[in-house]
Nanobody, 118 residues
Framework: QVQLVESGGGLVQAGGSLRLSCVAS????????MGWYRQAPGNQRELVAT???????NYAGSVKGRFTISRDNARNTVYLQMNSLKPEDTAVYYC????????????WGQGTQVTVSL
């Protein structure tokens, strides 16, 4: 089994910064894609950013230029540096990983709350 543990969420004023971390542990041979998603109340879960094993990144348009995703393969950890935060970034942020083939399974973290106040 695989477990994901997120940390780094909290309350911050608009314009501030937060750094989220997600550590994967358990029966892991190799991780393909790692990513962050978020879900605000009343909304569907949406992609924030992903990073492949080759360090190719993909961002939602709403966070491009403000958020940076990175990974540490030796530690099975993915980070999300969030700068210039806006109230509309308020959501529960979820870590997601997809294991490399032949496994290919995906796993989700439990979520961490990010609240941005005016």
């Amino acid at each position: 089994q695989v477990q994901l543990v997120e940390s780094g969420g909290g309350l911050v004023q608009a314009g501030g910064s937060l750094r989220l971390s997600c550590v994967a542990s358990g029966n892991i041979f190799s991780i393909n894609t790692m990513g962050w998603y978020r879900q605000a109340p009343g909304n569907q879960r949406e992609l924030v950013a992903t990073i492949t094993g080759g360090d190719t990144t993909n961002y939602a348009g709403s966070v491009k230029g403000r958020f940076t995703i990175s990974r540490d393969n030796a530690r099975n950890t993915v980070y999300l540096q969030m700068n210039s935060l806006k109230p509309e970034d308020t959501a529960v942020y979820y870590c997601n990983i997809r294991l490399s083939l032949p496994d290919g399974r995906t796993y989700w973290g439990q979520g961490t709350q990010v609240t941005v106040s005016l």
